[in-house]
């Protein structure tokens, strides 16, 4: 069998196993991540194990998050196709890819040169163009294109950023890891006065470097 068609085959178990049967049933996202070929976001010597259960290293001491949690983070957005997302952490462009495939535009923001210049080539490679990349210090958010949508933040700060929230629309989502030694998954809905959050499940992100 050639290696193409392996890794179709480990995709699709991929999204059976250790997706759809942990409880994600939300179409587009299932369909977003069996067409995103997630061994072209890996290091080259880590394509064997691009399909695994797991996350893994992407270099700079970065890690591409594991599959079911890319998942679940997205589906948790309720996303219908039209929105504009602002993304934090673009690591290797895999969710920026799974969050491409689904809304009309998607702006992610990364902190390290290589890895935003890394994704950007695999993002262009495969032929995206509703993506727009920044490199600079996420907690900022993208004001420029404010207000979006919906937010996905992908490394953990010890606490919600203001910043952010207030680059959300009213009744707009953000998804957010938040914590230092635990952490949690936190859904933000921005509401006329403030924000509600909603605790979610237990994870492991990297944390969100602060610069300033
Ligand atoms: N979704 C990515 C996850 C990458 S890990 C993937 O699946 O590949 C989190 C990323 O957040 C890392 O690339 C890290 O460099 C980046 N990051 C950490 N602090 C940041 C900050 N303050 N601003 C922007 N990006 C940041």
């Given at each position: 069998m050639s290696q193409d068609s392996t890794f179709d085959r480990e995709r699709k178990d991929m999204v059976e196993y250790q997706?759809?049967?942990?409880?994600?049933s939300d179409k587009k996202v299932l369909k977003a991540m069996l067409r995103v070929p997630r061994h072209l976001f890996v290091p080259e010597?880590?394509?064997?194990?691009?399909?695994?259960?797991?996350?893994?290293p992407i270099g700079e001491g970065q890690t591409i998050s594991q599959p079911y949690i890319v998942a679940y983070m997205t589906e948790a957005l309720?996303?219908?196709?039209?929105e504009r997302v602002l993304e934090i952490g673009t690591g290797s462009g895999y969710q920026t890819a799974v969050l491409a495939e689904i809304v009309k535009e998607v702006y992610?923001?990364?902190?390290?040169?290589?890895?935003?210049?890394?994704?950007?080539a695999?993002?262009?490679?495969?032929?995206?163009q509703n993506i727009h990349f920044r490199v600079g210090d996420g907690t900022?958010?993208?004001?420029?294109h404010a207000p979006y949508d919906a937010v996905l933040v992908s490394a953990a700060p010890a606490s919600v950023p203001?910043?952010?929230v207030e680059q959300l629309k009213v009744g707009g989502k953000m998804v957010i890891p938040v914590?230092?030694?635990?952490?949690?998954l936190v859904l933000v809905t921005r509401t006329e006065t403030g924000w509600d959050e909603q605790r979610l499940i237990g994870v492991r992100f990297v944390p969100l470097i602060t610069v300033h």
């Open positions: 997706i759809r049967r942990r409880g994600v010597q880590m394509k064997e194990l691009a399909y695994g259960d797991e996350p893994l309720k996303l219908h196709g039209r992610t923001v990364e902190l390290i040169p290589e890895l935003s210049d890394r994704a950007r695999v993002l262009e490679k495969l032929g995206y900022l958010g993208w004001p420029e203001p910043t952010l914590g230092t030694d635990f952490q949690e």
